[in-house]
């Protein structure tokens, strides 16, 4: 009866195998899996370098923010100076023009009532020499009545020309 396993063939067969194996991972797997190492280590490096930008980015990020509210701080409180500056000068403006305006209206309360005594002094001086020239009228005249309104008359048209 024949065999039904030819062992000569069968340990070819499994020498053949053994040696394709071997022959397979060295010559082909060895060089697959390095590239396929080679690869996977290029692309972890990149998550790695993209991670590391992120978090550079991040830092940045949080830098600039900081700067950012650092800046806003220093124009406000620039902006709360001028303001406060500006008030201060407006309360300062306000009040030399409140004193300079005492002083006008001083000097002009002055001015008043020095022009007003000159003309109460004219005044005395005009009713003096008018009353000089009523009676210097009256003594060198004896009146009777209408000569008496005669000269009233012509006085009263005198004083209106003066």
Do not use: C
Not at 13 to 22: E, N, P, R, T, Y
């Amino acid at each position: 009866m024949e065999q039904l396993v030819n062992i000569p063939q069968l340990v070819a067969s499994i020498l053949g195998f053994i040696a394709l194996f071997w022959g397979l991972k060295y010559l082909f797997w060895k060089p697959v899996l390095a590239t396929i190492d080679e690869r996977k280590a290029t692309i972890d490096k990149a998550f790695d370098d993209i991670e590391a930008k992120r978090q550079e980015i991040d830092a940045m990020r949080r830098d600039y923010e900081d700067k950012l509210r650092g800046i806003e701080a220093e124009a406000t409180a620039r902006i709360q100076e001028a303001v406060r500056e500006g008030q201060e000068l407006a309360a300062e403006v306000r009040k030399e023009a409140e004193a300079t305006k005492q002083r006008l209206l001083d000097k002009a309360r002055d001015e008043i009532t020095r022009e007003k005594n000159v003309a109460l002094a004219e005044i005395r001086n005009m009713a003096v020499e008018l009353s000089f020239m009523v009676t210097e009228k009256v003594l060198s005249k004896k009146l009777d009545h209408a000569e008496h309104v005669e000269l009233v008359n012509s006085f009263i048209g005198e004083i209106k020309e003066i």
